[in-house]
């Protein structure tokens, strides 16, 4: 059997030829093919720059077809066919059969048959002769023989070499032979000259990638997603093309925590945020892509997630479940949990929790867990926590924080905060906050302030506060505040109600209707109530009140008027409980006749301890001519210090001869004011100590 001799004389003499160019040739991956079945990951790291573990292991269409010349069809009677040819010198079928043989993993056998089909200048051959020589251990050979292939027009070969050059820090040498494969449209030259160009941050990356992409490579079309997603990180809209939305780290997945709930006393809550297992940032969904970007990031996450990529298949179902599309989203997220991705199991378990479905959702968290995702550990933390099994929820919430996810140590302190076991509490939340946790930085300055030391709380919460917590800054306002550092205090509650917290927006609203900037209060005081505030929306009404003339009794024959915009916002307060709404819609009510309705609001607000909307239902009851109940609520209204309700009551009693009873009712009315009163009681009381000495 003749075996090759020198490569130079053979490039030189044109023996290398190039037949079956497309017959012969698999666009595949020429390098490392037989090594990629025993050591994917590796081989991907290598393809990938050397990020071992960056991405997924190559697809076997990816990773297993680098050998060229091959069949698509291994039967045992063709390869005899091959095998007799070869034997009786036929050069393609040498070629052929060193390719089967090299897939087989039999190198000791494919070996004299590639070597005598590239003495003949087959180019596939000298390609697999490459491969073999690399998986031999002998790479400067098997990158010669790829150059000699790669010259004569291989783009497999091509692409080893440029992968060789790349191992050993020549990337100007990589450049120049992956863009040689890339450009006779291998996919994996094309995908690996990417992964060379995103390295060095050039914009030509994307092109390649899409080039692999389209191709059929489902890494391509997965870090293709994802450059389209990042791109569009900076985009003043949200992943659906809504305005207004902010991006951040770790966006993207559904906002999902395994926290359990807790609040930081009276000076804000603590908010639970979702938590990253693996501490990794670069392969996180990016939230905020305008509307076309993330409908093509969409398309290719479809594409590698039909061709299995586990990660496109977790990423392509967050999209859908943003998107209110749930149930294809949980196919997605079950096609990648069973895959291994932790990630998707834990979200596939908080949309089961969604749906009601608690004992399936915990299945696919504890698997999560187990396999060390630190937010399917805290849920699994707080479903315990529920049912009130403390040491079961502590023992996972632990768990979560040996997997890195600082959610951990924050959730073992709301779990000891519960218990009252403060010191522990402080323990925990210390240890979160020291990690950058900023809720927990928040909760310890909570605590703190509780213990008395608001000097030690202070840095605390503007720790929290700098990092974004809302409710760090609401409280740094409430602490400024207490020390009559009203313009300090109002800069924190303006940051804070800029970022949407309802409490710090009522504070702005009335200092700004302290100082008598009525239109800019009205504003804060409308975000405000419309985020739930029962102070809020009385405010508000008052000031829409205000510039309004009160309503009179309808007219005779003419229809009630309708509501105004000033009495639905006292309505609201009302029905949320605020005593003085009730009291307020009451009299409204009142002034159109619907004596009714005024009834039962002032009744709501007497029966919660308003001593005004007792005195109001007295006077409805009395004029009823309900003289004893309504004498009832007046009591209760002058015990709590109403004059005018002592007043009546002392009227009341003079009219019933009870002279000693006017009399005592008389001094209280005196004592209780306003002046007004004060004076009509005193007439009253001379007037009744009179007629008693009469």
Known sequence: ?????????????????????????????????????????????????????????????????????????????????????????????????????????????????????????????ANNLGVLLHQRGYADEAAGWWRIAAVAGSAAAAHALGRHYRERGDEPGAEYWLRQSAEQGHALGAYALADLLEHRSDVGAERWLRAAAEQGHREAAYRLARTLESKAADDPHDAFGRPGADAGPGAGLPARSGAADGTGTGTGSGAREAGRADGRKDDGPVAGPATGRIGEAEQWYRQAAARGHRRAALHLGAILEQRGELKEAGRWYLTSAKSGEARAACALGFLLRDAGDEESAAVWWLRAAQEGDGNAANALGALHAARGEQQTAERWYRAAMDAGDVNGAYNLGLLCAAQDRTPQAEQWYRRAAYAGHREAANALAVLL??????????????????????????????????????????????????????????????????????????????????????????????????????????????????????????????????????????????????????????????????????????????REGSEREAALWWSRAANDGHGRAALRLALLAARRGELTEGQRWCARAVELGPAEVAERAARLREALHQELTA
């Not at 071992?52 to 190559?58: D, F, V, Y």
């Not at 079928?93 to 494919?110: E, I």
Request: hydrophobic content about 40%; some cysteine; overall charge negative.
């Open 449 to 622: 302030l509780q213990a008395g030391d608001a000097t030690g709380a202070q840095p605390w919460f503007s720790k929290a506060a700098e990092a974004g917590s809302v409710d760090a800054a609401f409280n740094l306002g409430i602490l400024h505040a207490g020390r009559d550092e009203d313009r300090v205090a109002l800069t924190w509650y303006e940051r804070a109600a800029a970022a949407g917290h309802t409490e710090a927006a009522l504070q702005v609203g009335m200092a700004l209707l302290h100082h008598g900037e009525e239109q800019e209060a009205e504003r804060h005081l409308r975000c405000a109530a419309g985020g739930g505030s029962a102070e809020a929306a009385f405010r508000l009404a008052g000031v829409l009140d205000s510039r309004q003339p009160p309503p009179g009794p309808p007219g005779l024959g003419e229809p009630m008027p309708e509501k105004s915009e000033c009495e639905a916002w006292y309505e609201r307060a009302a029905e949320q409980g605020h005593r003085r709404a009730q009291v307020r819609v009451g009299m409204l009510a009142a002034s159109r006749g619907d004596l009714e309705s005024a009834a039962r609001w002032y009744r709501e607000a007497a029966e919660s301890g308003s001593r005004n909307g007792a005195f109001n239902l007295g006077l409805l009851l009395a």
């Open 1 to 125: 059997m003749v075996f090759m001799g020198d490569r130079a004389t053979l490039l030189e003499t044109g023996r290398f030829v190039q037949r079956r160019v497309h017959e012969m040739e698999n666009v595949a991956d020429a390098a490392f093919a037989v090594h990629a079945a025993d050591d994917a990951e590796a081989v991907q790291a290598f393809e990938n720059g050397g990020t071992a573990g960056g991405t997924e292991p190559s697809h076997s269409a990816e990773s297993t077809q680098g050998i060229e010349n091959t069949e698509s069809t291994e039967t045992a009677e063709s390869e005899a066919r091959h095998r007799r040819a070869a034997d009786a010198g036929d050069t393609a079928s040498m070629s052929v059969l060193g390719a089967l043989l090299l897939r087989r993993g039999d190198l000791n056998g494919a070996e004299p048959y590639l070597r005598a089909a590239t003495a003949d200048g087959d180019r596939a051959a």
